[in-house]
Nanobody, 123 residues
Framework: QLQFVESGGGLVQPGGSLRLSCQAS????????IGWFRQAPGKERKGVSC????????NYQDFTKGRFTISRDNAKNTVYLQMNSLEPEDTAVYYC????????????????WGQGTQVTVAS
């Protein structure tokens, strides 16, 4: 069975940090570009960041403002999203997805999607 398991979400105060993890099972991550996406209440899902299969190329949406870092450990079949200086506007369900290429990932054209992990930024 092909699936992602996201973890690391939770409640954090403004200015705090979280590290999200996305572990794949049933398939090998290194054949896919991987992206993080988020959906805030009442809003459409949108991209956050993507990383290429070989981890050497990344893409970030402007709102991350250098606060977020995507990385991957293919040996562990896991992709991470380090989020620092979190703001209330970052509150959303965060999803990871596998795409055939970095460009496909940036377009949101994912082949497999995780179930999401909730991130809430509030004092």
């Amino acid at each position: 069975q092909l699936q992602f398991v996201e973890s690391g979400g939770g409640l954090v105060q403004p200015g705090g940090s979280l590290r999200l993890s996305c572990q794949a099972s049933g398939f090998t991550l290194d054949t896919y570009a991987i992206g993080w996406f988020r959906q805030a209440p009442g809003k459409e899902r949108k991209g956050v960041s993507c990383i290429s299969k070989d981890r050497y190329s990344t893409n970030y949406q402007d709102f991350t403002k250098g606060r977020f870092t995507i990385s991957r450990d293919n040996a562990k079949n896991t992709v991470y999203l380090q989020m620092n200086s979190l703001e209330p506007e970052d509150t959303a369900v965060y999803y990871c997805a596998a795409a055939t290429s970095l460009s496909a990932c940036v377009l949101g054209d994912g082949n497999f999607w995780g179930q999401g992990t909730q991130v809430t930024v509030a004092s």
